[in-house]
């Protein structure tokens, strides 16, 4: 079952091309444009705007990741190494048509926990680091001074999709900006820090 | 050789204006991107009587109102302001009978040319002028009109508001560097 790089980009790519309704980008990033400014303009506060972006992002990923299940039929990622390449190659590809290069770091903290009972392999903590190119939410724009200052991460809807996504296959991860090219910074950047498996989550249902 | 460009929205209130002075002179290029363009100072115009009248690029010794900012060229901002104000009647009539989007050259005072671009959205690119330099012109409006859209774009520039990007500034100066 191990899938090379190659062949998730392949199956990223059919992804893309079978999906047949695709909007026009510009419509896309101006509505999300006009999303985040109308809730700076509510809320006023750049941390708070964040955080609504992050759980706007946590309510779209719990549901679409059985989207993407349905569609890729892959199975369980073996490792959360994995899970980083399969969110960059046909997770993102498939949505927005961008592939951000996967960076992995498997460094744990040295408190972590025995990982014997737990089925993936992949230790809580390890992280990757997901850099985007281009980043089709933030088309045309420009932050003003006001936004720099406080702190607003544009495109944090992103880490709530991914966290929103992952705790729906049982992985509680910590997502996060490092660096966001509105920002002025080189390049624009997530971290997905993996906290801990929630195997022992059972399933709301009678038994 | 100095051109001045002004952008002005639909209801005619500033969005933007730039002094350029072609490279060629040597006085550096200084720009006036004030956020609030100061109206049309009825205390200025016994000063720029005077400048009407002598007419020329000399170094006039008027007061310069605080808000805009003194040229190093010395030919009078309130003289400028005026002429591309006074254009803008033309440039109506111009644009009735008219429905290019460049107006070529609407008007003319002493030495100053006045050459206007209209959008499909009503805004309106003046560009004050002293040499002929239609190609170039054109050129250079279209590039701003390409720049003006891109800051359109931007969800948070609030529409007909001045532009204070400076990423707009540069690629206006470097386009009309290019072009002027």
Same mark, same amino acid.
């Given at each position: ?25 510009? $419509? ?43 569609? &890729? ?12 390449? =399969? ?28 990982? &014997?009972? =737990? ?6 903590? &390890?992280?990757?680091?997901?850099? $985007? ?41 910590? =997502? ?10 080189? &390049?624009?950047?997530?971290? =997905? ?15 | ?102 107006? +070529?050259?609407?008007? +003319? ?14 805004? +309106? ?51 009309? +560097?290019?072009?002027?």
């Amino acid at each position: 079952m191990a899938t090379t790089s190659k062949q998730y980009k392949a199956i990223g790519e059919d992804l893309w091309k079978s999906r047949t309704d695709k909007i026009n980008s510009e $419509l896309f990033s101006l509505t999300y444009g006009a999303l985040v400014v109308q809730l700076i303009q509510d809320y006023e506060d750049y941390a708070v705007v964040n955080k609504q972006l992050e759980k706007m992002g946590y309510n779209i990923g719990t549901r679409l990741i059985e989207d993407f299940l349905a569609r &890729s039929s892959l199975g369980r990622c073996s490792d959360f190494r994995e899970v980083g390449e =399969v969110a960059a190659k046909v997770g993102f590809k498939s949505f927005l048509n961008i592939t951000p290069t996967v960076t992995h770091s498997g460094v744990p903290p040295p408190s972590a926990r025995p990982t &014997s009972t =737990v089925q993936q392999s992949g230790v809580p903590g &390890s992280s990757f680091i997901l850099t $985007l190119d281009e980043n089709p939410l933030a088309e045309f724009v420009e932050l003003p001074d006001e936004a720099l200052e406080g702190g607003l991460w544009f495109s944090n809807v992103l880490c709530g999709v991914l966290r929103g996504a992952l705790e729906m296959v049982q992985m509680q991860v910590q =997502v996060e900006f490092l660096s966001d090219v509105l920002r002025g910074d080189e &390049s624009t950047e997530i971290r =997905v820090t993996l906290l801990k498996y929630l195997e022992e989550e059972v399933p709301v249902g009678d038994d | 050789m100095s051109h001045h460009l002004f952008l002005l929205s639909p209801s005619d209130t500033p969005i933007y204006n730039l002094t350029h002075y072609s490279t060629k002179l040597p006085q550096p290029t200084s720009s006036s991107l004030s956020s609030n363009l100061p109206t049309w100072s009825t205390s200025a115009f016994a000063g720029t009587l005077t400048a009407l009248s002598g007419a020329s690029s000399a170094t006039q010794s008027h007061h310069v109102q605080g808000g805009a900012v003194r040229m190093g060229g010395g030919q009078d901002r309130h003289v400028i302001q005026m002429i591309a104000n006074a254009s803008l009647d033309v440039i109506e009539d111009v644009m009735r009978k008219e429905s290019a989007m460049y107006l +070529k050259s609407v008007d +003319k005072f002493n030495e100053w040319t006045v050459s206007a671009f209209v959008t499909p959205g009503n805004m +309106k690119f003046i560009l004050l002028h002293e040499t002929k330099n239609d190609d170039g012109i054109r050129s250079f409006f279209h590039d701003v009109w390409e720049l003006y859209l891109k800051t359109m774009l931007n969800p948070f520039h609030t529409a007909h508001s001045p532009i204070r990007s400076i990423v707009f500034d540069t690629r206006v100066r470097a386009s009309a +560097k290019k072009y002027l």
